[in-house]
């Protein structure tokens, strides 16, 4: 298998590993590197990517950020990955644009990929990082990948054009150092719904469930099939324990509906239209957050019982297959899923780039 690999990747803010966990299913790519500045994200990483290393630490110190460069030179890393965080998208955030603060983060992945010079990188971000100051940031990064000798092509992704149940929307640039590789293309299949991701999990109530148990069901669909794949054991399957209220409330929302259903006294601090909203079964969930545990916070409780969906449901809904098991604390757990590239998006980005490279010597 080694013969096969043509692409090592250093996964920068890798998190639990949800783009890696998706370009690692393309048999022509492994990820050998990756690094996070959370530990508990770490720890998961190293449970799914047994042949990774990982370099935990924070990417804007000096020491740990050459760490990640001659560890990555030492792996022949040729493929770079990741989504640097940014809260720069505003007018003020253009004043100042890759100088800002709050931006600097993008100035670390360039200054890492300027190091290593891969052949190949992926940048993933949320879809205001191309739409904010109408354009401007987005440009002002792709001048920056010019400077430094890559062909660039972006746009904006769905992950349920690409077998995810989730309207999720990421910004996706991919650079290469031989030709532009163009972004995936929708696939031509009829979208995944919740009910073909979880319904086979619809037996927990409120506070019921274990970190590791058997499967008491059979797959109902071809996607629980496929999530299920090579899965001995159930992980993260576990409802929160909501209060007294919380449940009285979910008890007076009919399956599928949402705070409409509540009296206005009832509809608590947070005005959003989406909170306390169930999932519709035969929709896509819209985005996934870091705070689906909790009912107030969004369109985030299961279609037809009363309580918010688990982790391993959200981890469905993200396309993370069952083998894929997460550590840590349950708040740390939910970021980890909520903060995630769905692998299938992930494994549709890491497919075009094969495909568009497989006949270079790369």
Same mark, same amino acid.
């Given at each position: 298998?080694?013969?096969?690999?043509?692409?090592?990747?250093?996964?920068?803010?890798?998190?639990?590993?949800?783009?890696?966990?998706?370009?690692?299913?393309?048999?022509?790519?492994?990820?050998?590197?990756?690094?996070?500045?959370?530990?508990?994200?770490? *720890?998961?990483?190293?449970?799914?990517?047994?042949?990774?290393?990982?370099?935990?630490?924070?990417?804007?110190?000096?020491?740990?950020?050459?760490?990640?460069?001659?560890?990555?030179? *030492?792996?022949?890393?040729?493929?770079?990955?990741?989504?640097?965080?940014?809260?720069?998208?505003?007018?003020?955030?253009?004043?100042?644009?890759?100088?800002?603060?709050?931006?600097?983060?993008?100035?670390?992945?360039?200054?890492?990929?300027?190091?290593?010079?891969?052949?190949?990188?992926?940048?993933?971000?949320?879809?205001?990082?191309?739409?904010?100051?109408?354009?401007?940031?987005?440009?002002?990064?792709?001048?920056?990948?010019?400077?430094?000798?890559?062909?660039?092509?972006?746009?904006?992704?769905?992950?349920?054009?690409?077998?995810?149940?989730?309207?999720?929307?990421?910004?996706?640039?991919?650079?290469?150092?031989?030709?532009?590789?163009?972004?995936?293309?929708?696939?031509?299949?009829?979208?995944?719904?919740?009910?073909?991701?979880?319904?086979?999990?619809?037996? &927990?109530?409120?506070?019921?469930?274990?970190?590791?148990?058997?499967?008491?069901?059979?797959?109902?669909?071809?996607?629980? *099939?496929?999530?299920?794949?090579?899965?001995?054991?159930?992980?993260?399957?576990?409802?929160?324990?909501?209060?007294?209220?919380?449940?009285?409330?979910?008890?007076?929302?009919?399956?599928?509906?949402?705070?409409?259903?509540?009296?206005?006294?009832?509809?608590?601090?947070?005005?959003?239209?989406?909170?306390?909203?169930?999932? *519709?079964?035969?929709?896509?969930?819209?985005?996934?957050?870091?705070?689906?545990?909790?009912?107030?916070?969004?369109?985030?409780?299961?279609?037809? &019982?009363?309580?918010?969906?688990?982790?391993?449901?959200?981890?469905?809904?993200?396309?993370?297959?069952?083998?894929?098991?997460?550590?840590?604390?349950?708040?740390?757990?939910?970021?980890?899923?909520?903060?995630?590239?769905?692998?299938?998006?992930?494994?549709?980005?890491?497919?075009?780039?094969?495909?568009?490279?497989?006949?270079?010597?790369?």
């Amino acid at each position: 298998m080694q013969n096969k690999i043509a692409f090592r990747v250093l996964d920068l803010f890798s998190g639990a590993g949800g783009l890696s966990a998706g370009l690692d299913m393309n048999p022509e790519i492994k990820t050998v590197l990756a690094t996070d500045f959370m530990a508990d994200s770490l *720890k998961t990483f190293n449970y799914n990517f047994k042949d990774a290393q990982t370099i935990y630490g924070d990417i804007c110190d000096e020491t740990i950020k050459k760490n990640i460069i001659e560890t990555a030179k *030492k792996l022949h890393v040729n493929m770079i990955v990741g989504g640097p965080p940014c809260q720069g998208f505003s007018n003020k955030g253009k004043k100042l644009g890759l100088k800002d603060p709050r931006n600097f983060l993008f100035k670390q992945y360039l200054e890492v990929v300027k190091a290593v010079q891969p052949d190949v990188f992926v940048i993933e971000n949320v879809k205001a990082m191309s739409t904010s100051t109408n354009g401007w940031f987005i440009n002002e990064i792709l001048k920056e990948i010019d400077k430094l000798g890559y062909q660039a092509n972006w746009g904006i992704l769905t992950a349920s054009d690409f077998g995810v149940p989730q309207n999720r929307q990421r910004t996706i640039i991919i650079a290469s150092k031989t030709k532009a590789i163009s972004l995936p293309v929708p696939t031509p299949i009829k979208k995944v719904t919740v009910r073909d991701a979880i319904s086979d999990l619809a037996y &927990l109530e409120s506070g019921e469930g274990y970190d590791e148990q058997n499967y008491k069901t059979k797959p109902d669909s071809d996607y629980q *099939k496929l999530m299920r794949q090579n899965s001995k054991k159930l992980y993260n399957h576990k409802a929160t324990n909501h209060s007294k209220i919380a449940l009285d409330k979910l008890k007076m929302i009919p399956p599928e509906s949402g705070k409409e259903n509540l009296p206005s006294n009832l509809h608590g601090k947070q005005k959003f239209k989406t909170t306390w909203g169930r999932l *519709k079964w035969d929709s896509q969930s819209p985005t996934i957050d870091t705070r689906f545990d909790t009912p107030s916070n969004g369109t985030n409780s299961h279609p037809v &019982l009363n309580r918010a969906i688990t982790p391993r449901e959200a981890a469905r809904i993200q396309s993370f297959p069952d083998t894929f098991r997460f550590l840590g604390s349950k708040t740390t757990i939910c970021k980890q899923i909520g903060n995630a590239v769905p692998p299938l998006l992930g494994k549709a980005i890491g497919k075009a780039i094969v495909n568009s490279l497989k006949d270079k010597n790369v």
